[in-house]
């Protein structure tokens, strides 16, 4: 074994990792702590590659005293695996030369790192050498007239290779670490946009199909049967429209309506809905906190995550077993949140799903966050659950956790914020299921989708809405301005120039009190929608339903 260019690991992955370096060629040694490592590096080494997390609560002496050691020509290469989200403040300072890899993470991109980590350490062994001829000359220095000129010749040009090779090992650092964050870019948008064009090619084609087949029958005057392409087609587009809202999720880039959340009430009233969803053979436990703090989040996306992690649950257990759901109060120390990025030292609600089934390794726990990754067969499994559960915890404020044992079976946590404001009981509102308009009740459109703008002229033109329509913000300033009657805009927030939430602003100076409905399918701004919505504002998500869009011009015009 080559000691100057082999690879020392420690870490819990160190196993998995030395058999993706040793089948690229590489040398590499397992330390079982960080006593043996230091002592490992000093007899030789190419690099280290060391797991954060396994450095929690351990004296990071041993290695602070190894790095401060080393001679003059030597900064060891260290690999810091992190994990995604990890905040630079939670980084050791004094490891020095760190070329951070972020899990999950693709083979190719270790050995990439690991190439670029032994071409760095090579160029310090040739320093070495260069310094050693240096010391050498100096010596001969001492010497006759002759030997000093022909070394002080030497040592000329000796420097300025030593400058040039500086620069050049500078440049080379800078160019490596660039093309490794492009690398991992594309692996992440690669692994994204094919999973993205699979699903929703599959979606477009119940789509399109359904509506070719329509067509069809419709030219031959065939009536009959049209209910089952309808319903086919409905239901690819309710699948797309649920992959859109996943991928925004896990981007924390969906509107969320953050509310008081009473935990145990809202797992007691799903409990029936969780049951239909598993099988007999699987016991449904519950273990609700006494005195639970009410934590603060979307409603609908607690249900929808704790809907996703029963059935990953129930799919672990193939044979049956033991399903638990946990709530409980816990306060998060520094200590926990220094590892995770913009998580908050404070009070926290966890909702805590435990499963007896199948577990996973830490090769599957390290990437089941990622959009698309999936260990279920085809057609089962979209590999979106975790991580729109993911990014609805990050942009809640809040944090998911997993633990997991082969064979033993997988807890998954997740904790949202405790709510520090006084909880406001909700009104029963009283629902009128007539939606049609009274007379002379007046909604003006902004939308520059010109399909999107079309359709909901028709809905409000069925219902006996009178309308205007208004394609961007500058056609609908003019219409605000003048003296026509308006109880209700509707306006889509990603406008062209100006957007929606800046047109309600004008609208609200121009007209007082003004009544803002505000459609959207993505807007940078309006994900949180307790700080995007003033009193009589309200908001929409895109696809919706007709009868919300129809329930909700009712609902903001009757005030």
């Known amino acids: 074994m080559n000691t100057r260019e082999r690879a020392i690991l420690l870490g819990a992955d160190s196993p998995h990792n030395r058999t993706l370096l040793e089948e690229a060629g590489y040398d590499a040694l397992i330390a079982p702590d960080l006593g043996q490592l230091c002592q490992t590096l000093a007899q030789g080494a190419g690099m280290a590659i060391i797991a954060l997390d396994g450095l929690n609560g351990i004296d990071l002496a041993p290695l602070r005293l190894y790095l401060s050691q080393q001679p003059p020509w030597s900064d060891l290469p260290i690999i810091l695996i992190i994990n995604r989200g990890i905040g630079e403040d939670a980084l050791p300072a004094e490891l020095g030369n760190v070329l951070l890899l972020e899990r999950p993470f693709q083979a190719n991109t270790l050995i990439s790192l690991a190439a670029t980590a032994i071409r760095d350490r090579r160029r310090q062994y040739e320093l070495r050498d260069r310094l050693h001829e240096l010391t050498r000359l100096e010596q001969a220095l001492a010497g006759d007239r002759s030997e000093r000129e022909r070394a002080q010749d030497q040592l000329k040009r000796l420097n300025e290779t030593l400058e040039q090779q500086i620069e050049e090992r500078t440049a080379q650092v800078r160019h490596n670490e660039e093309a490794l964050h492009q690398a991992q870019k594309m692996e992440a948008v690669g692994q994204l946009t094919g999973g993205i064009a699979h699903d929703f090619n599959n979606m477009l084609t119940g789509i399109i199909g359904s509506l070719e087949l329509m067509r069809r029958r419709l030219q031959r005057g065939r009536l009959d049967d049209l209910d089952g392409l309808i319903e086919m ?185 405790r709510h520090s404001g006084e909880q406001v009981e909700a009104e029963p509102q009283a629902h009128d299921d007539t939606q049609v308009a009274g007379k002379g009740e007046t909604v003006l459109i902004v939308e520059d989708d010109s399909a999107v703008r079309l359709l909901v002229c028709e809905v409000l033109d069925e219902l006996g809405y009178t309308f205007i329509e208004a394609r961007d913000a500058n056609a609908a300033v003019p219409i605000l301005e003048s003296a026509q009657h308006i109880d209700l805009m509707i306006s889509d927030v990603g406008l062209p120039g100006m957007n929606g939430r800046q047109l309600a602003e004008i609208g609200r100076q121009l007209r007082p009190g003004l009544k803002v409905l505000f459609i959207t399918g993505y807007a940078e701004h309006a994900e949180v929608r307790a700080g995007f919505l003033e009193p009589g504002m309200q908001m929409i998500s895109k696809p919706f339903a007709f009868e919300l869009l129809s329930a909700k011009v009712r609902e903001m015009i009757e005030g």
């Open 233 to 417: 087609g409905v239901t690819s587009a309710n699948r797309a429209a649920s992959l859109t809202h996943r991928l925004l999720a896990f981007s924390r880039r969906q509107s969320l309506d953050a509310q008081p959340v009473e935990m145990n009430p809202l797992v007691t009233a799903m409990v029936e809905l969780l049951q239909r969803s598993l099988n007999e053979s699987i016991d449904l436990r519950l273990l609700l906190g006494d005195d639970l703090w009410v934590a603060e989040a979307d409603p609908h996306q607690v249900e929808s995550a704790l809907l996703n992690l029963v059935i990953n649950a129930r799919d672990a257990m193939p044979e049956g077993g033991l399903l638990q759901i946990e709530t409980r109060n816990q306060h998060l120390d520094e200590r926990f949140t220094r590892g995770q990025q913009n998580l908050a030292v404070g009070d926290y609600v966890v909702l805590s799903v435990s499963d007896n089934g199948c577990g996973m390794p830490q090769s599957i726990i390290d990437r089941a966050f990622d959009p698309f990754f999936t260990t279920k067969p085809i057609g089962q499994g979209t590999g979106l659950g975790l991580s729109m559960i993911y990014g609805f915890s990050k942009q809640s404020r809040g944090h998911v956790a997993i633990q997991s044992t082969e064979g033993k079976g997988t807890t998954v946590s997740l904790y949202l914020p």
